[in-house]
């Protein structure tokens, strides 16, 4: 089938009222916990997810699409307004978009931020709709040891670029892949680490993990700080003075070099694993500067700084979506809850997702598109009660999120048992924080790490045994490379970085 | 094939203890411990907020999901006042309202819209 037939069968799936109204709720959503600082994207899908359980898998998979660009791009509002970033995915936003708030042009960085999230997000789906099927097409040849060969280039891309330390993101990835042994053997179904509890045989769950490791710990660490009360600082903003955007046609043009390198890079970093969003609007950030012909004007509230981290976050988006639609594998903390989505509707991600349910592939594309365009629209008009919702004292939301946490994991299974994990997840990811390890390179280990055994172990079922096969397959043998090349590159960069504290 | 398995869990609990020892002696040297009393408070704080959780769902399964909730809410709103609100009355009376509304419109919710029975507790169902 021709990929514009593809592309018809998607847009019929999408195009119900039913999906188009998930869609539009989901971008609202999302855009409110992207703007509320301590709320992320990730929390978003996680607890929402628990309402994709009775969905079909398309209207399921549009909201989660939805929650996931509507989240990266919310944060950029209280960024901009406030000067706290909503998200990590926005801290680069708030270094030029507040200046202008100051001087009075917040209404142009909105514009200008939300636009050019808009045209990264775009920029990046039309990259994934051309690479993932062409990619998929490599996947589809992979055995196990190509397989195991990614997964192990997954894991150590994680440790090293994942944070401020190598040995802290191993350690975190580590624990994550030694807790997802826990239950019954994927290949021989012996019982591991259950430590006698039948409902341990299953393992665990990858919601009740990372609903405890990221809204629990939250709750817990805004508990510790509740004395220090913080104050928001209320910017007011006329939105009816403005016409379009608020900001002119040649301001716009002026951009496009800039807003084109920064989704080129954004979307790169989204396909790496380890890294997206939150990584690419920093980096972004320091590149246009770098490339500037006024450096010295970044920070003092120049437009340029605001596409480049907006345009930069929101690219990382389709970028992630790559790997996860064509391997199977997550980059982020993100991509591993749709991945999550995916299995609780019975449908595994991968290259064979291709194959079986092109149908389904194609209209979380068009979601996509949808998505991107509906947030461009909510999140300009609908800009005042998004502005009220950063007023929403924190102490009615935080126990409002914890009931929807525990609603999550009970709905799960209808299992109590599902709520003590999560408090458990929340516990580790508390003494995570005080130890200064990185919890997102637990999910993927988490989720990583029984990839690599599984395939592992079929392929050393292959070579009976032998381990000399994985380095002859030529595929497996460049995602080794690949691995000693970025192990290399990330100790290298972590000794500069020691040397210059010192 | 589960000891291959193990032999990579060992290998793995080795790096991690090199790299925990490495860690250790790296950041003994350059991290000067900083406590002041306030920290106290709110560990104090903490393990609060983690006993109220614990009970939570120990007692979800006698006294179902509405009661038990609209307890925690309120307990954890209170937890999570800043001072500068402690005082005001009103505020206690939203905090009360709030904590007992939204469990149980959840609870209708997601019994009747979601199909999802959430715990409606044992001394009820006898």
């Known amino acids: 089938m021709s990929m514009f037939a593809n592309f018809i069968l998607g847009f019929k799936m999408i195009l119900t009222l039913n999906c188009i109204v998930t869609i539009f709720i989901g971008v609202f959503i999302g855009i409110v916990f992207g703007a509320i600082p301590g709320l992320s994207a990730t929390m978003a899908i996680a607890l929402c997810l628990p309402l994709t359980y009775s969905m079909g898998s398309v209207q399921g998979m549009a909201l989660l699409i939805a929650l996931f660009i509507g989240g990266i791009s919310g944060g950029l509002i209280s960024a901009i307004l406030t000067r706290i970033p909503g998200t990590p995915s926005s801290v680069a936003t708030c270094w030029d978009g507040y200046p202008l708030t100051e001087k009075g042009e917040g209404i142009k960085a909105l514009g200008v931020g939300v636009v050019f999230s808009f045209l990264g997000t775009l920029f990046s789906i039309i990259v994934l709709i051309f690479l993932a099927p062409t990619l998929a097409k490599v996947a589809i040849q992979f055995g196990a040891y190509e397989y195991f060969a990614v997964a192990v280039f997954s894991m150590t891309m994680m440790a090293g670029l994942s944070e401020k330390s190598v040995s802290k993101g191993l350690i975190s990835g580590i624990m994550g892949s030694i807790f997802a042994t826990v239950g019954l053997d994927a290949v021989s179904n012996v019982k591991r680490y259950t430590l006698g509890m039948q409902k341990l045989s299953v393992g665990f769950n990858i919601l009740p993990v990372l609903i405890g490791l990221f809204a629990i710990y939250e709750i817990i660490s805004k508990v510790e700080k509740a004395k220090i009360d913080e104050n928001i600082v209320q910017t007011s903003i006329n939105i009816h003075s403005v016409t379009g955007f608020g900001f002119s046609l040649a301001e716009f043009k002026s951009q496009i070099f800039n807003a084109l390198r920064s989704s080129i890079l954004g979307t790169i970093i989204g396909i790496l694993p380890g890294i997206g969003a939150s990584t690419s609007n920093v980096l972004s950030y320091s590149i246009a500067k770098k490339q500037s012909k006024y450096p010295e004007k970044f920070g003092t509230g120049i437009i340029d700084g605001v596409v480049a981290s907006e345009t930069a976050n929101n690219a990382a988006i389709g970028g992630a979506m790559v790997p996860l639609l064509a391997i199977g594998i997550p980059g982020d903390t993100v991509t591993a809850l749709l991945l999550g989505g995916l299995t609780l509707q019975g449908i595994s991600a991968g290259p064979l997702l291709f194959v079986q349910h092109v149908d389904l592939v194609y209209s979380i594309f068009i979601a996509m598109i949808i998505s991107s365009i509906l947030m461009l629209l909510i999140e300009f008009y609908g800009l005042r009660i998004f502005v009220k919702m950063l007023q929403i004292p924190k102490f009615f939301l935080l126990p409002a999120i914890f009931l929807f946490c525990i609603i999550g994991a009970f709905g799960l299974h209808n299992n109590i048992f599902d709520i003590w994990t999560v408090l458990f997840f929340g516990f580790i990811g508390f003494i995570f924080n005080k130890l200064d390890i990185p919890t997102s390179p637990f999910i993927l280990g988490f989720i990583i790490g029984p990839l690599a055994e599984i395939n592992l172990r079929r392929g050393l079922m292959l070579s009976k045994g032998s381990i000399v096969p994985f380095f002859k397959s030529p595929l497996a043998l460049l995602f080794f490379l690949l691995t000693i090349i970025s192990i290399i590159f990330s100790i290298r960069s972590h000794l500069k970085r020691n040397k210059r504290r010192n | ?126």
Do not use: A, W
């Open chain 2, 1 to 126: 094939m589960p000891r291959i398995y193990g032999i990579i869990l060992i290998i793995c609990s080795i790096i991690q203890l090199v790299e925990g020892v490495r860690i250790l002696l790296t950041d003994s040297k350059n991290v000067s411990i900083t406590t002041n009393p306030k920290e106290n408070k709110n560990k104090k704080n903490v393990i609060l907020c983690f006993v109220l959780m614990i009970s939570y769902v120990f007692l979800i399964r006698y006294i179902g999901y509405v009661i038990c909730s609209s307890i925690l809410m309120t307990c954890l709103c209170i937890l999570l006042l800043p001072k500068n609100f402690k005082s005001s009355k009103k505020i206690k009376i939203y905090i009360f309202v709030f904590s007992v509304v939204l469990p149980l419109v959840t609870f209708l919710f997601f019994k009747y819209v979601m199909h999802v029975p959430l715990p409606i507790g044992q001394i009820f169902s006898l």
